[in-house]
């Protein structure tokens, strides 16, 4: 298991840095997506991922029984996933404000707007 999810965040961050070097803004903002989340999965493997073992103190029992999930990964996630939406939501909207005032999404042509 360890090792498909260390191919798929090796995926995510090839595939997020390819997109940041392309010259259009849109696939920038989608490249920083797709890094944020190979950077959450990253955080949940190194967190070892435990099926069916809720990190939960069984009745009785003075501390937690082996193997158990870690919750700590779990809530540093989920913090994470809401401040990136937030995050992504602006960028879209700052996008949109950029294209309706220069017109194009093009990075090298945003430059030249510069020059005027």
Not at 42 to 60: K, Y
Request: charge should be neutral; charged fraction near 15%.
């Amino acid at each position: 298991m360890d090792v498909v999810l260390a191919i798929a965040v090796g995926g995510l961050y090839a595939a997020g840095l390819y997109m940041m070097m392309r010259r259009s803004i849109v696939k920038l903002i989608i490249g920083l997506g797709l890094l944020s989340h190979a950077s959450n999965l990253l955080i949940f493997t190194m967190g070892r991922l435990i099926r069916g073992r809720p990190p939960l103190i069984a009745p009785g029992a003075e501390a937690l029984a082996e193997p158990y999930a870690d919750p700590l990964p779990q809530a540093l996630i989920l913090t994470a996933i809401v401040i990136g939406f937030g995050v992504q939501a602006f960028a879209v909207v700052l996008i949109k404000r950029v294209y309706e005032i220069v017109g194009t999404d093009d990075l090298d042509q945003m430059k030249r707007t510069d020059e005027l």
